[in-house]
């Protein structure tokens, strides 16, 4: 790679952060002088170097070193919409978006963002969901043991009870990607509530 090619990269990542290049010297314990070599294209990072000016700059080696990072509005939206595999599985909407999302996230623009605000409304969800069927398989037990024998209204109660919370559930997963993926084609956030950050 050509130095004034990593020149660019550098002063474009540093200028995205809002970063003079004082203040990047200052995040990165790299001197000033060595800022300033690096952009005017008279050096490249190596080493130490290269992964504390990554970390100052919050991004990774690779994506100073080879940076090909594009913008794809097609590939969002097929990564907002892969989370619908958890139709056939709960699980599915988690590793299908999961294998997605670590493919492209230092290649594609915001990829990264996209896949975290998902994966971890996913993985909210599918908690929320089993915890309410064992919620739901614990108090039927208790409602058979306290009446003392297998009563088919208490079973039809919590079978109703695991349909609605299947359907309920579903139906609010599904509204939430579909909303998503038409915000991603206007280029606006996307926005997943409830979700635990498990993902930072």
């Given at each position: 790679?050509?130095?004034?090619?990593?020149?660019?990269?550098?002063?474009?990542?540093?200028?995205?952060?809002?970063?003079?290049?004082?203040?990047?010297?200052?995040?990165?314990?790299?001197?000033?002088?060595?800022?300033?070599?690096?952009?005017?294209?008279?050096?490249?990072?190596?080493?130490?170097?290269?992964?504390?000016?990554a970390?100052?700059?919050?991004?990774?080696?690779?994506?100073?070193?080879?940076?090909?990072?594009?913008?794809?509005?097609?590939?969002?939206?097929?990564?907002n919409?892969?989370?619908?595999?958890?139709?056939?599985?709960?699980?599915?909407?988690?590793?299908?978006?999961?294998?997605?999302?670590?493919?492209?996230?230092?290649?594609?623009?915001?990829?990264?963002q996209?896949?975290?605000?998902?994966?971890?409304?996913?993985?909210?969800?599918?908690?929320?969901?089993?915890l309410?069927?064992?919620?739901?398989?614990?108090?039927?037990?208790?409602r058979?043991?306290?009446?003392?024998?297998?009563?088919?209204?208490?079973?039809?109660?919590?079978?109703?009870?695991?349909?609605?919370?299947?359907?309920?559930?579903?139906?609010?997963?599904?509204?939430?990607?579909?909303i998503?993926?038409?915000?991603?084609?206007?280029?606006?956030?996307?926005?997943?509530?409830?979700?635990?950050?498990?993902?930072?």
């Amino acid at each position: 790679m050509k130095n004034n090619d990593l020149a660019r990269r550098v002063k474009l990542l540093r200028s995205r952060k809002g970063f003079s290049q004082e203040l990047l010297a200052e995040n990165s314990g790299l001197s000033l002088r060595t800022i300033q070599r690096m952009e005017n294209g008279e050096t490249e990072p190596r080493g130490d170097t290269l992964k504390r000016l990554a970390h100052a700059l919050d991004v990774s080696s690779d994506e100073i070193m080879d940076w090909t990072i594009e913008e794809d509005r097609g590939f969002l939206t097929g990564l907002n919409l892969s989370a619908l595999s958890f139709i056939l599985f709960p699980l599915l909407g988690i590793l299908v978006p999961l294998i997605l999302w670590i493919s492209k996230k230092d290649k594609i623009k915001d990829v990264d963002q996209v896949g975290r605000n998902l994966l971890n409304f996913q993985i909210s969800w599918s908690m929320f969901l089993f915890l309410g069927l064992i919620g739901n398989i614990l108090l039927t037990q208790y409602r058979i043991h306290s009446s003392g024998d297998i009563n088919m209204a208490i079973l039809m109660t919590a079978n109703l009870l695991n349909i609605g919370l299947f359907g309920l559930t579903y139906f609010f997963n599904l509204t939430l990607v579909i909303i998503n993926t038409i915000r991603i084609q206007n280029e606006k956030a996307t926005w997943y509530f409830p979700k635990i950050r498990f993902l930072r």
